[in-house]
């Protein structure tokens, strides 16, 4: 069975140079391996073929988790903390139980709601 994630999905890359890269997932043909994947540069759009345990966390589970550190030091004590535990727990958890509203499906209201969804329609997958 293959890990690939979807196509189109887009990753950052720590290249053997030291760059740090976008990439995105496009079509690979049968002939790689399952656990590699065809990635198109951003910019250049050239094509390289990795290994699906180099891509890491998609990146919009990266910028959310960001986004979380930042919004955290709006806080201070237990809040601040609480906020950057959730930003850890969403980098190591985003497609397991949710760390803000704590479900398997997202509450309405919460702001994982999207991210999560997208998990769950095959959209995003996690490496593995």
């Known amino acids: 069975m293959s890990t690939r994630p979807p196509i189109g999905?887009?990753?950052?890359?720590n290249w053997a140079d030291g760059v740090s890269g976008g990439v995105t997932v496009v079509p690979t043909g049968g002939t790689v391996?399952?656990?590699e994947v065809n990635v198109m540069h951003d910019g250049d759009g050239s094509i390289v073929t990795v290994g699906v345990g180099r891509?890491?966390?998609p990146e919009?589970?990266?910028?959310v988790a960001a986004t979380l550190?930042?919004?955290?030091?709006?806080?201070?004590?237990d809040d601040r903390d609480?906020?950057?535990?959730?930003?850890?727990?969403?980098?190591?958890?985003?497609?397991?139980?949710?760390?803000?509203?704590?479900?398997v499906d997202c509450d309405e209201d919460c702001p994982l709601e999207h991210l999560r969804a997208a998990v769950a329609r095959g959209e995003l997958r996690?490496?593995?």
């Open 9 to 13: 999905t887009r990753y950052r890359i």
């Open 33 to 35: 391996p399952d656990d």
């Open 55 to 57: 891509l890491g966390n």
């Open 60 to 63: 919009t589970v990266t910028i």
């Open 69 to 77: 550190r930042t919004a955290a030091e709006w806080f201070s004590g």
């Open 82 to 103: 609480t906020m950057r535990e959730v930003a850890d727990q969403t980098e190591a958890n985003w497609d397991s139980i949710c760390p803000v509203c704590e479900e």
């Open 126 to 128: 996690r490496r593995a």
